[in-house]
Structure formats: C-alpha cells, structure tokens
C-alpha cells in the first residue's frame, strides 16, 4: 500500500488529479479533476468538463505504473477530436500526479 505525507482527518483538504499529456511534436495539454483550475509552480493544469481518473496503481517509488484515464473532447476544448483521429496523441508522454488542495 502506498502512503502519502498528509492527512485525511482534518476535513478541510480536497485532493485533485493532475494530468499532463505531451505529444510527441512538444505540444503540452494539462488537466485536473478538480472543480477549477489548479496552478502550481506557474504551470495551470485545466479544470475541463470529461476528466476521469481512475484504477491508479503506484509503483513501489510513488510513481504511477498504470492508471485509466478519459477526456472528453467537445467543441471549443483544449483537445480536439480530429487531432485524436489523426493520431497527433499516439505515443504521447503521460504524466499523473494527486494534489492537495
């Protein structure tokens, strides 16, 4: 089992996925679970409609081995359905990291 360095028992914390996908051409899109958009380090990971993380397993150093991730594409959102069609995302690198709030 995996333990964090923080606690669950103050009731006052929210804890939030955030996603970055990196395509193979730099192209960087960032999203998080969480019900607006979360900045940290100057970096803003987007509170997008569709975002899903779930089934995360964790290597023995932290690290996230696999996890089931979806994003909804839509008019006007940050990913769009013909560059997933075109396969501007296969092979893209995928990073995944849990947020205190």
């Known amino acids: 089992m995996r333990s964090f360095p923080f606690s669950l028992t103050d009731g006052t914390m929210a804890l939030a996925w955030l996603v970055e996908i990196v395509r193979r051409d730099g192209q960087a899109f960032r999203f998080t679970t969480a019900q607006s958009n ?34 909804a594409t839509y008019s006007g959102g940050l990913i769009a359905a013909a ?3 075109a396969g501007l995302f296969g092979a893209a690198a995928l990073k995944v990291y849990i947020a205190r709030l």
């Open 83 to 85: 560059d997933v069609a």
């Open 38 to 71: 979360v900045v940290t380090a100057g970096v803003t990971f987007y509170a997008e409609p569709g975002v899903e993380v779930s089934s995360v397993e964790f290597r023995g150093d932290g690290s996230v081995a696999n996890a089931a991730i979806r994003i």
